[in-house]
């Protein structure tokens, strides 16, 4: 009997066991694909010899190869077997957060010199955004976000997630393809007092469409009037004119007239570290006590999210920023990866006018940085991609990093063929 108590507590022991390995997760279906990652996707599945992929924001050079900068290499081998990989602080690299915000707000700001600026050291952009909006989220409750119609997609899983409410305020106008001031200045001024904007400082993604001097001047007094909350996106400084100072034109005018703002970088697109993952976040505060006290709640929110940024990537940057040299030189490539874009804008506009499109194809040197607005319907995107195997996503945003001289005629065919139903329309109209 004993022998059967045993066997029985054996086979119900079983029992339990292959009852507790299954049925945990039946409910999870599969997640929607990312629309960028999966043109990449598909572009790699397409064994077409013509293809060409201008859907992701990576840059390329003109054979559409990848590119590490000089600068980039010269650090790596300054910084190989002399440096420990021991963890960085919660905070990340006290020497990449000071040139980041240097780069950011200008060498002699008064915030700077004030000590002002509460920063960390973030996972890229897409980190220094969740960071902010869980600090946001934590310090301020009761508010939301207002972010431009469109947007980089990915702006609103960050808020989403940071259980942020969400409001749209106009952008893009489709007809002009350029900004739709008049209707951003009506959404800044209807906003209740107070509120959170997210603000691209340059190279808007994905329009390629940013305000003048003037309009940024207009929107800040704008800001001022409303008491709202600027906070700045940064991913392309440097990338966008050629110009660092240039492209961080946005933030000085809102610095100048004396609003507490945040800013996320990124060193992604304008050093080329897109899989180091290093950026930074930034925070204006009152003064040199609340800039201490801030920083302290950023980095115990990035304690359990992370516990401290990644080393290799800070120590480039951080290399890079601070020798005279290893940074003109950075000066410099960057230049010469914004002038290619520029080029190949220009080249692609000229194809196409050359082609003899009665469509206006201005806008595609009017916008800046690395994508451009075509104004193509998903369905034409589709016969690019089924007809001409031309890759992009269906909004219609063109990644000019995967333009060269080599696929440009080509692409501005593609281009004018599956747009013609559109000329044939705007005939039809003038009749």
């Known amino acids: ?39 990449t996707e598909a572009f790699l599945a397409d064994t077409d010899p013509s293809k060409v992929n201008v859907g992701v924001g990576a840059y390329r050079d003109d054979q559409g190869k990848p590119v590490v900068l000089q600068c980039v290499r010269e650090a790596e081998s300054r910084i190989t077997g002399k440096e420990y990989m021991e963890y960085l602080p919660m905070g990340g690299s006290v020497k990449m957060v000071e040139e980041s915000i240097k780069l950011a707000y200008g060498e002699n700001a008064d915030v700077l010199k004030d000590k002002r600026v509460a920063a960390v050291q973030a996972l890229s952009g897409t980190g220094a955004c969740r960071l902010f909006a869980e600090f946001q989220k934590r ?47 009506d959404d800044v001024k209807n906003a209740p007092n107070g509120s959170f904007f997210l603000l691209h400082a340059c190279a808007h993604n994905p329009t390629g469409v940013d ?55 990124s060193f992604a697109k304008n050093m080329g570290l897109y899989g180091q993952r290093v950026g930074c976040l930034s925070v204006i505060c009152d003064d040199a006590k609340q800039a201490v ?51 190949m804008r220009e080249a692609l506009r000229g194809n196409l006018e050359k082609l003899g499109s009665p469509l206006s194809w201005n806008h595609v040197t009017d916008q800046i940085g690395m994508f451009c607005y075509s104004g193509m319907t998903p369905e034409q995107v589709d016969r690019l ?4 195997h031309i890759y992009m996503t269906r ?37």
């Open 395 to 431: 909004n219609g945003r063109i990644s000019m990093a995967g333009v060269t001289t080599g696929n440009v005629e080509y692409l501005a065919n593609a281009i004018n063929e599956v747009t013609k139903s559109s000329e044939k329309e705007m005939k039809v109209g003038a009749i």
């Open 293 to 343: 006290a801030v920083k302290s709640q950023l980095q115990m929110i990035a304690r359990p999210m992370y516990s401290n940024p990644p080393v290799h990537g800070a120590l480039l940057v951080s290399s890079i920023l601070r020798d005279p040299d290893l940074k003109a030189l950075w000066h410099k490539e960057v230049k010469v990866m914004a002038d290619r874009i520029i080029g």
């Open 211 to 265: 305000p003048t001097e003037e309009q940024w001047k207009e929107i800040s007094y704008q800001f001022k009037v409303k008491n709202h909350y600027p906070f700045f996106d940064m991913a392309y400084q440097g990338f966008a004119s050629g110009d660092t100072d240039r492209d961080a034109k946005a933030i000085r005018i809102f610095l100048e007239d004396g609003h507490q703002i945040a800013c996320a970088q």
């Open 1 to 39: 009997m004993a022998m059967s108590m045993a066997m029985s507590r054996s086979n119900l022991g079983r029992g339990i066991r292959l009852m507790s390995t299954s049925g945990w997760w039946k409910t999870v279906e599969p997640a929607p694909k990312d629309p960028i990652l999966g043109v």
């Open 139 to 185: 310090f301020r409750p009761d508010s939301q976000i207002y972010i431009p119609v469109p947007t980089w997609a990915n702006h609103h899983n960050i808020w989403r997630d940071a259980h942020v409410p969400q409001r749209t305020f106009h952008y893009y106008h489709p007809e002009t393809k350029g900004l739709d001031f008049a209707s951003l200045m």
């Open 385 to 388: 991609t089924s007809e001409f």
